[in-house]
């Protein structure tokens, strides 16, 4: 299993980035997604959810209106699209996977249960 996070790098104050996630040794479209976020000096906390038909999508209050969490099964990929970026946002980002076949469980909405994980890909905002 790898997840592969890329895309992170040195942006401007209101600015936009894109970061990815290539997946491989799973059945990617089987999985829900998720981005989480770890900044200098602090815990890792939830961004954003996608199911694993990318019908539905969940964000941390912090970020909702301004990132958009999407995926293309066929290309085994999830993205973080990023706008408005805000000092704060600044962290590396990591992304992970979780089967959807768990039944009556939602914590992954929430950032919770998470099976798969990768490296992170480092994103700074600063001007």
């Known amino acids: 299993v790898q997840l592969q996070a890329s895309g992170g790098g040195l942006v401007q104050p209101g600015g936009s980035l894109r970061v990815s996630c290539a997946a491989s040794?799973?059945?990617?479209?089987?999985?829900?997604m998720g981005w989480f976020r770890q900044a200098p000096g602090k815990e890792r906390e939830f961004v954003a959810a996608i199911s694993w038909s990318g019908g539905t999508t969940y964000y941390a209050d912090s970020v909702k209106g301004r990132f958009t969490i999407s995926r293309d099964n066929a290309k085994n990929t999830v993205y973080l699209q990023m706008s408005s970026l805000k000092p704060e946002d600044t962290a590396v980002y990591y992304c992970?996977?979780?089967?959807?076949?768990?039944?009556?469980?939602?914590?992954?909405?929430?950032?919770?249960?998470?099976?798969?994980w990768g490296q992170g890909t480092l994103v700074t905002v600063s001007s």
């Open positions: 992970a996977a979780v089967s959807s076949s768990r039944r009556n469980f939602n914590g992954w909405q929430r950032g919770y249960g998470y099976d798969y």
């Open positions: 040794g799973f059945t990617f479209s089987s999985y829900h």
